[in-house]
């Protein structure tokens, strides 16, 4: 158990319908990253908060992806009007940043996996 | 701009052999270098990280890696292999202010009896 939880850990949804998922990091880290892991791939970067701040958004996030972190704790990342393309595992990650440059250890969490029909 | 290579997607080995997972990398900068272990159904853990401090890093359940700036790589290894040890294996690549890092595709690690 590295301390940060997601939830739900499955889900099951059928095309079209939307989706939230939770993440909640170690509570004294200031930076949150999110990613998709699709079967035998690696994961890939979604987006990634310092605080409450969003400040990047890979071209994989489309329209219909939103993230949020509003208090600079938990963040949550919705896709709306899902298609079967979204399943995949999606993970959560957070450190400590201070400026040290790339040399933070990641920390992630179980993942979400999710089944669009 | 950064990437990673893992140069097999599959390796078996038979228990109790040495394990060589191979990973060369690319960065315009120094590189921070990761490998993460995933197990089924668990999430990703860390088994060692290289930092520009000493080029033969030691991690868990007796894994090491060695980063030769010359040959650009990062290959994980391991004297004896246990059947614990089959799972998925991540070379990953960081380095950049905002600590983004790069996954490759992973090496599935199979223990044959």
């Known amino acids: 158990d590295t301390g940060v939880s997601q939830d739900p850990r499955h889900k099951i949804t059928k095309r079209g319908q939307n989706v939230t998922f939770r993440c909640d990091p170690i509570s004294e880290h200031n930076r949150l990253y999110w990613y998709r892991q699709t079967l035998g791939q690696g994961p890939e970067f979604l987006t990634y908060f310092q605080n409450e701040a969003q400040l990047e958004k890979s071209r994989l996030l489309s329209d219909r992806f939103s993230a949020e972190r509003p208090k600079g704790s938990f963040s949550t990342l919705e896709i709306q009007r899902t298609e079967q393309g979204d399943s995949a595992m999606y993970l959560c990650?957070?450190?400590?940043?201070w400026g040290s440059g790339g040399e933070e250890t990641q920390y992630f969490g179980p993942g979400t996996r999710l089944l669009v029909l | 701009a950064q990437s990673v290579t893992q140069l097999d997607s599959h390796v078996s080995v038979s228990e109790g052999t040495p394990v060589l997972l191979r990973c060369n990398y690319s960065s315009s900068y120094s590189p921070s270098l990761f490998w993460y272990v995933q197990h089924p159904n668990k999430g990703l853990q860390l088994l060692l990280k290289y930092t520009s401090a000493a080029t033969l890093v030691k991690g868990i359940n007796g894994f090491e890696a060695e980063f030769k700036k010359s040959e650009t790589s990062f290959h994980l290894t391991k004297p004896s292999a246990h059947m614990s040890d089959a799972a998925e294996y991540f070379c990953?690549?960081?380095?950049?202010?905002?600590?983004?890092?790069?996954f490759g595709s992973g090496t599935r690690l199979s223990i044959r009896p």
């Open positions: 990953v690549v960081s380095g950049s202010w905002d600590s983004k890092i790069i």
């Open positions: 990650a957070s450190i400590n940043n």
